[in-house]
Structures are given as structure tokens and as C-alpha cells.
């Protein structure tokens, strides 16, 4: 019996990675520095404040001492934002491959055992499955009558529940698949 070799599908372009591992490296540490800068800088405004606590200096030099420590605040701000940004993207593209893959191996993993398992039932007909083709809209004529064409829609019938171990471990996976789509649609609505 031949073994037949399942080639692993290629990745799509919405599961590339947009930040490279280069970039958030950098990204890591320059958020690592901007952090660290607005630690220094609310230290010295903190200084600012308790000496006009204690009365070493007046409101007036309080503020003119603040406002270049003000700045620097508002631009190490921005930087950590679009660092922390930049990491959160890699974060959420790492896990979306990640979850692609493992969706990628389990399906060759299922695909190998149903080409294992095909050749010994000698099923009839092709080995690929055909789609099925829609039905043509048949021609409208004037309804009298309430057909079963016309009538509403019935409500779909309840699914069956999965009658094996290979049709559980598809409906887990698809339903993993299903939260984290949820998940990431979620995280996009609120960046």
C-alpha cells in the first residue's frame, strides 16, 4: 500500500505577519526605553511638586519648571502608545498563525486518516467529492395558492450531535476557530 503524501496548504495573506521579527524586537525595546523615560520624568515632576510643598519654590517657578517635563510626557506618551500598539499587532498575528497552524495540522492529520481508511471500504464513485450544484429558480408564476415554494421558511432541524471521536474533534476545532475570529473581530472593534 502506497502512503500518500498530503501537502500542507499554503498560508493565506491575512495570516502573514505585518510586523517582522526584527521590527518587534526593536519595538520591545524601545517601548522598554519609553517606559523607563516616563518613570524619570514622573520622578521629577514629583520632585517639582513636593518642593513647592515644602515651600523651596513658588507656584510660578512650579510651573515653568513643568512645562518642558509636560512635553516630554505627552511625546514619551505617544511613543509607548504606538510601541505598545506595534507589540500588541505581533502579539495578535503570532496567535492568529498560530491557531492557522494548529487548524492546518489537525485537518492533514484527519485528511491522512481518511486516505488511510477510503482504500479499504470500496466505496463506488470518485474519490473527490463533487459540490453540489444549486437548483435553477423555477419560472414565477402568479400564486394562488399558499405553495411550498411561497411558504415561509421552516426553522432548520437541530444538528445531529457528532457520532464519532474524528467528527467531535472537528466541531472543537471549529468551534476554537469560531472564538477566536470572535476574539480578534473584538479586539479590532476596540483598537
Do not use: C, H, W
Request: aromatic share 4%.
Amino acid at each position: 500500500m502506497a502512503t500518500i503524501k498530503i501537502e500542507p496548504f499554503p498560508i493565506p495573506d491575512t495570516i502573514r505577519k505585518t510586523v517582522t521579527d526584527a521590527d518587534i524586537g526593536r519595538a520591545r525595546n524601545r517601548l522598554r526605553v519609553a517606559n523607563l523615560e516616563r518613570d524619570i520624568i514622573g520622578d521629577a515632576l514629583t520632585k517639582i511638586y513636593e518642593a513647592e510643598a515644602k515651600g523651596t519654590i513658588n507656584e510660578t517657578e512650579k510651573n515653568q519648571m513643568m512645562q518642558p517635563y509636560k512635553s516630554d510626557l505627552k511625546r514619551v506618551d505617544a511613543e509607548i502608545d504606538t510601541y505598545k500598539r506595534t507589540v500588541d499587532l505581533y502579539e495578535l498575528e503570532a496567535a492568529k498563525e498560530d491557531l492557522f497552524k494548529r487548524f492546518q495540522e489537525t485537518f492533514l492529520d484527519i485528511q491522512a486518516r481518511i486516505e488511510k481508511i477510503k482504500p479499504s471500504l470500496n466505496l463506488p464513485g470518485s474519490t473527490e467529492t463533487k459540490p453540489v450544484e444549486p437548483n435553477p429558480a423555477p419560472a414565477k408564476t402568479e400564486p394562488t395558492e399558499l405553495t411550498e415554494q411561497n411558504a415561509p421558511p421552516k426553522e432548520k432541524p437541530p444538528r445531529e450531535k457528532a457520532r464519532n471521536k474524528a467528527e467531535e474533534k472537528i466541531e472543537t476545532i471549529r468551534e476554537e476557530v469560531l472564538k477566536a475570529m470572535e476574539r480578534l473581530e473584538q479586539i479590532e472593534t476596540e483598537g
